[in-house]
């Protein structure tokens, strides 16, 4: 969802009265302000120690993702727009964060960089196709950009309900035995570092 609403930032942008160029300005600045405090609030909620918060934070973040776009397509006034860009991108930075932290924390050191390196390029895909569905149902479909938005929502929503489900029925970060196999992970990777009474040769 996260390449349409540049496209759509343009569009809130140009109607109404004022300087489209200051408008698109503070639309991307809301946008700079979310990605800073949505990390920072989820912090507050997630533990390393606990990877079924991150989990949980991450859908929670998808939920939020969803209100924001709910939001611009709902209130047409530019100052709720600007609240809404913040809402989204706040939802949008944490659950990167999070899902990130997640990725890292149960990929072998040896993949890691293959595992993320695909994450990142499919996050850009999807940001891409998003931005050219975006332009397709503006152009082709005749939707206002709110309505865009909506649509964008309905997505997350979607996507939403899956993550829900999986975690619902403990996979993942949610697995019940999972602080158990970190923790038979972390006492074997003890065993293997030398002590200092440990010849190395």
Known sequence: ????????????????????????????????????????????????????????????????????CLGMGIFSPFLYTCIFSLVRSAGSSAAWTNSSVLLQSFSAPEKMGRVLAVDYALALLTEAFSALLCGVLQDHADLSAEQVSLVMAGMGAVVLAIWSFYHGMGYGAARKDLDELLRQERTSEENLKPTEDTPLL
């Open 1 to 68: 969802m996260y390449g349409a609403t540049d496209v759509l930032y343009v569009s809130f942008a140009e109607r109404g009265t004022g300087d489209a160029s200051l408008k698109l300005g503070f639309l991307f600045a809301m946008t700079g302000v979310g990605c800073i405090a949505g990390p920072l609030v989820s912090d507050r909620f997630t533990s390393m120690s606990d990877m079924k918060s991150l989990q949980l934070a991450s859908i929670w973040s998808i939920a939020i993702v969803s209100l924001g």
